[in-house]
């Protein structure tokens, strides 16, 4: 039986190699100077990502119910193995297309089926009493992988050229791959692929039909969703930025190092945080204004141009955006939850999700035009008009 709980330790180490995204801190300098793409183009790929990873999501699930976690898992990280190394081989837009497609599709593997190894395995020897604490110790292995990939990438982009961590990031999947095979499959409840699938399809649905008869959780709903959108944005906005100020690449990873550590320390921290402010609508509102701040001092930055005060004033406003508006996840779980019931819950949680990567679809593209054909100040001046119409209707 302990072969199922050496599961567990590899899976952990699978979580923690599948989070070794090293490109992350230099996705936009790879894109628009080593591919020669414009901002623009870099957006539409966003785009193309997020509707491949919603379409793929139904079927690759399917996959690992039928033919087992295990063999999903691998399929995964043998594909995004491949996606990491072949990404924008000719440097061409249709050639990065086709990379973003196969790291989608490498995801939709992963996703769901990672998490059922380690329920599934703990299953197996009848511990589901202990899935909380190992769901817990797998996230903080991700985490901690996430924390770390940013500067190192961004060290090896500087030393060894743009595409450079991408090539790295291939490896590490590879790396999973192998430990994957050496997984063993715990036994699995057989379900007839027809029925998940329609029941998979009919439950896109039913998470509407909930927020629209509640009107309270719509509008947590929207809260996370548009201030989600926010943090997201300046995810990708945080790098040209930085480089509008003059911050040099081989930074870039140690201030998604930053942000990264102040967002987990918030999200780690919940009931300190409520405690601290009082309540968790003074949270709420709080992680409203603060991201405001971080996009006003964004526009400062860019007004004060390429020099030590524009780069601090960078960095700060990237850190205050992200952290706080991507920070907030956990707070809005526990209130919203609380209103759904169990058998929607998990439902309703990916109608939410899949609000937010509706806005980013649509927005994207228009981002990245308004900063080809204006300035970066264009989508920040957008951001600060956003946030400030979602406060002001807050506290309506």
Same mark, same amino acid.
């Given at each position: 039986?302990?072969?199922?709980?050496?599961?567990?330790?590899?899976?952990?180490?699978?979580?923690?190699?599948?989070?070794?995204?090293?490109?992350?801190?230099?996705?936009?300098?790879?894109?628009?100077?080593?591919?020669?793409?414009?901002?623009?183009?870099?957006?539409?790929?966003?785009?193309?990502?997020?509707?491949?990873?919603?379409?793929?999501?139904?079927?690759?699930?399917?996959?690992?119910?039928?033919?087992?976690?295990?063999?999903?898992?691998?399929?995964?990280? !043998? &594909? @995004? *193995?491949? =996606?990491?190394?072949?990404? $924008?081989? +000719?440097?061409?837009?249709?050639?990065?297309?086709?990379?973003?497609? !196969? &790291? @989608? *599709?490498? =995801?939709?593997?992963?996703? $769901?089926? +990672?998490?059922?190894?380690?329920?599934?395995?703990?299953?197996?020897?009848?511990?589901?009493?202990? =899935?909380?604490?190992?769901? $817990?110790?797998?996230?903080?292995?991700?985490?901690?992988?996430?924390?770390?990939?940013?500067?190192?990438?961004?060290?090896?982009?500087?030393?060894?050229?743009?595409?450079?961590?991408?090539?790295?990031?291939?490896?590490?999947?590879?790396?999973?791959?192998?430990?994957?095979?050496?997984?063993?499959?715990?036994?699995?409840?057989?379900?007839?692929?027809?029925?998940?699938?329609?029941?998979?399809?009919?439950?896109?649905?039913?998470?509407?039909?909930?927020?629209?008869?509640?009107?309270?959780?719509?509008?947590?709903?929207?809260?996370?969703?548009?201030?989600?959108?926010?943090?997201?944005?300046?995810?990708?906005?945080?790098?040209?930025?930085?480089?509008?100020?003059?911050?040099?690449?081989?930074?870039?990873?140690?201030?998604?190092?930053?942000?990264?550590?102040?967002?987990?320390?918030?999200?780690?921290?919940?009931?300190?945080?409520?405690?601290?402010?009082?309540?968790?609508?003074?949270?709420?509102?709080?992680?409203?204004?603060?991201?405001?701040?971080?996009?006003?001092?964004?526009?400062?930055?860019?007004?004060?141009?390429?020099?030590?005060?524009?780069?601090?004033?960078?960095?700060?406003?990237?850190?205050?955006?992200?952290?706080?508006?991507?920070?907030?996840?956990?707070?809005?779980?526990?209130?919203?939850?609380?209103?759904?019931?169990?058998?929607?819950?998990?439902?309703?949680?990916?109608?939410?999700?899949?609000?937010?990567?509706?806005?980013?679809?649509?927005?994207?593209?228009?981002?990245?035009?308004?900063?080809?054909?204006?300035?970066?100040?264009?989508?920040?001046?957008?951001?600060?008009?956003?946030?400030?119409?979602?406060?002001?209707?807050?506290?309506?």
């Amino acid at each position: 039986m302990r072969k199922f709980n050496n599961n567990l330790t590899k899976m952990y180490a699978v979580g923690f190699l599948t989070s070794l995204h090293f490109f992350s801190a230099v996705l936009v300098p790879m894109l628009t100077i080593w591919a020669g793409l414009s901002f623009t183009q870099a957006m539409i790929l966003q785009s193309i990502f997020v509707v491949s990873v919603t379409i793929l999501e139904i079927p690759t699930g399917a996959v690992a119910d039928i033919y087992g976690r295990k063999v999903s898992l691998a399929m995964g990280m !043998l &594909i @995004a *193995f491949i =996606a990491f190394e072949v990404y $924008g081989f +000719d440097k061409t837009f249709v050639s990065c297309v086709i990379g973003e497609v !196969l &790291i @989608a *599709f490498a =995801a939709s593997l992963i996703s $769901g089926a +990672d998490s059922a190894m380690i329920y599934d395995s703990l299953k197996q020897e009848g511990q589901e009493k202990h =899935a909380s604490k190992a769901f $817990g110790r797998f996230q903080s292995v991700r985490m901690l992988g996430i924390l770390i990939a940013g500067p190192i990438g961004s060290v090896i982009a500087s030393k060894f050229g743009m595409i450079a961590p991408m090539r790295v990031t291939g490896i590490t999947a590879f790396l999973a791959f192998l430990i994957v095979v050496m997984l063993k499959e715990p036994s699995i409840e057989e379900e007839k692929l027809a029925t998940t699938f329609r029941k998979q399809v009919k439950q896109l649905f039913v998470g509407i039909k909930v927020l629209k008869h509640d009107r309270k959780l719509l509008d947590l709903a929207l809260d996370f969703a548009i201030m989600a959108v926010v943090g997201k944005t300046m995810i990708w906005l945080y790098q040209p930025l930085l480089s509008d100020v003059g911050m040099p690449i081989a930074y870039f990873g140690f201030v998604s190092f930053f942000f990264v550590l102040i967002e987990l320390l918030l999200m780690a921290n919940t009931n300190v945080v409520i405690d601290m402010l009082k309540g968790i609508e003074r949270v709420f509102s709080i992680s409203r204004i603060v991201p405001l701040v971080g996009l006003v001092l964004a526009v400062v930055a860019v007004i004060v141009g390429a020099n030590l005060l524009g780069q601090a004033l960078a960095v700060v406003s990237v850190t205050l955006v992200v952290a706080f508006a991507l920070g907030r996840k956990p707070y809005f779980d526990a209130v919203m939850n609380k209103r759904i019931a169990s058998k929607d819950r998990a439902t309703v949680n990916s109608t939410v999700r899949m609000i937010s990567m509706g806005i980013m679809f649509v927005a994207n593209p228009i981002i990245g035009y308004a900063t080809d054909k204006v300035s970066i100040l264009a989508p920040l001046l957008g951001l600060v008009l956003v946030a400030s119409v979602w406060i002001w209707h807050k506290q309506e």
